[in-house]
């Protein structure tokens, strides 16, 4: 029997059965192969959290102050510059893109032969998983700004690292965690994992964002540093998600991740043309 025969057998359109196959991978139990992922014990995971905790202390009381204070006499063609800069640091210029793709390939689903639906199956589960590395982050760091209530810099007049309004949910009392550094930190892990070639370039666009955010005075750099932690960090879990379903990634016999070959875009052509040629035929 057909998909569309499957599809209409079980009361659904192709398009929701195609769908709801591409999710469902999402939710089957992890593979055997997950075991051998490198555990991290709770010991390794709190160290980590002390260590953080004391470098943010440290920049907090020795930097904070003082970098924010030196970012307003810069000139203001280089604050300018960097007004600009800071922009791209908005995790919507990649959610948006990969949300339209996902729509897209949900809507056209039941138009795809079944060779057509396996490559469009593959890169939508690229793209999910581009999309939930970047926008989990995001969400989880929004919710932390309003529960610690940091001021943004000169909210109080002055260049006061120590002002806090816990449970303030407001723009002028979210400083900590930054934002654009959580969003760009995460793009850079999740690309990253995919195409490993990228991360100097994605690093070096982290770099940028992080020190536009302290040039426009949006944020202490304690703030961007645990914007930085927090978003690679929750891309890192989302990765290891997919890896332990064999969704993208492999695990490799030593335990790491690495990224299953995409489909290329020589193949996606071919087979785009082969598709067009035997409609055509027709």
Same mark, same amino acid.
């Given at each position: 029997?057909?998909?569309?025969?499957?599809?209409?057998?079980?009361?659904?359109?192709?398009?929701?059965?195609?769908?709801?196959?591409?999710?469902?991978?999402?939710?089957?139990?992890?593979?055997?192969?997950?075991?051998?992922?490198?555990?991290?014990?709770?010991?390794?995971?709190?160290?980590?959290?002390?260590?953080?905790?004391?470098?943010?202390?440290?920049?907090?009381?020795?930097?904070?102050?003082?970098?924010?204070?030196?970012?307003?006499?810069?000139?203001?063609?280089?604050?300018?510059?960097?007004?600009?800069?800071?922009?791209?640091?908005?995790?919507?210029?990649?959610?948006?893109?990969?949300?339209? +793709?996902? *729509?897209?390939? $949900?809507?056209?689903?039941? #138009? /795809?032969?079944?060779?057509? %639906? &396996?490559?469009? @199956?593959?890169?939508?589960?690229?793209?999910?998983?581009?999309?939930?590395?970047?926008?989990?982050?995001?969400?989880?760091?929004?919710?932390?700004?309003?529960?610690?209530?940091?001021?943004?810099?000169?909210?109080?007049?002055?260049?006061?690292?120590?002002?806090?309004?816990?449970?303030?949910?407001?723009?002028?009392?979210?400083?900590?965690?930054?934002?654009?550094?959580?969003?760009?930190?995460?793009?850079?892990?999740?690309?990253?994992?995919?195409?490993?070639?990228?991360?100097?370039?994605?690093?070096?666009?982290?770099?940028?964002?992080?020190?536009?955010?302290?040039?426009?005075?949006?944020?202490?750099?304690?703030?961007?540093?645990?914007?930085?932690? +927090?978003? *690679?960090?929750? $891309?890192?879990?989302?990765? #290891? /998600?997919?890896?332990?379903? %064999? &969704?993208?990634? @492999?695990?490799?016999?030593?335990?790491?991740?690495?990224?299953?070959?995409?489909?290329?875009?020589?193949?996606?052509?071919?087979?785009?043309?082969?598709?067009?040629?035997?409609?055509?035929?027709?």
């Amino acid at each position: 029997m057909t998909d569309i025969g499957r599809a209409r057998a079980g009361g659904w359109p192709l398009a929701a059965v195609r769908v709801r196959g591409w999710l469902a991978h999402h939710r089957r139990p992890p593979r055997p192969s997950a075991a051998r992922m490198r555990r991290f014990e709770h010991r390794h995971i709190a160290a980590g959290f002390v260590i953080l905790a004391i470098v943010l202390a440290a920049v907090l009381a020795l930097f904070d102050a003082a970098a924010v204070i030196d970012a307003r006499a810069l000139p203001a063609a280089v604050q300018r510059f960097f007004n600009v800069i800071t922009d791209y640091g908005k995790s919507g210029w990649f959610l948006w893109p990969l949300g339209v +793709f996902l *729509a897209v390939a $949900a809507a056209c689903a039941g #138009r /795809f032969s079944d060779r057509m %639906g &396996l490559l469009v @199956a593959s890169l939508a589960t690229r793209a999910m998983f581009l999309f939930m590395a970047i926008a989990l982050p995001g969400i989880a760091v929004n919710i932390l700004k309003g529960i610690i209530g940091r001021a943004r810099p000169f909210v109080g007049g002055a260049a006061d690292p120590y002002l806090f309004k816990p449970w303030t949910w407001g723009h002028a009392y979210g400083s900590f965690p930054s934002g654009h550094a959580t969003a760009a930190a995460s793009v850079a892990v999740a690309f990253g994992a995919l195409w490993p070639r990228l991360r100097p370039v994605l690093w070096a666009y982290v770099l940028a964002i992080l020190v536009s955010r302290v040039v426009v005075t949006a944020h202490h750099p304690s703030d961007v540093l645990a914007g930085v932690a +927090f978003g *690679a960090a929750g $891309a890192w879990l989302v990765r #290891r /998600f997919y890896a332990a379903r %064999g &969704l993208g990634f @492999a695990i490799g016999t030593d335990g790491r991740i690495y990224p299953m070959a995409g489909p290329s875009w020589t193949r996606i052509r071919a087979r785009i043309k082969r598709v067009a040629a035997g409609r055509s035929a027709q």
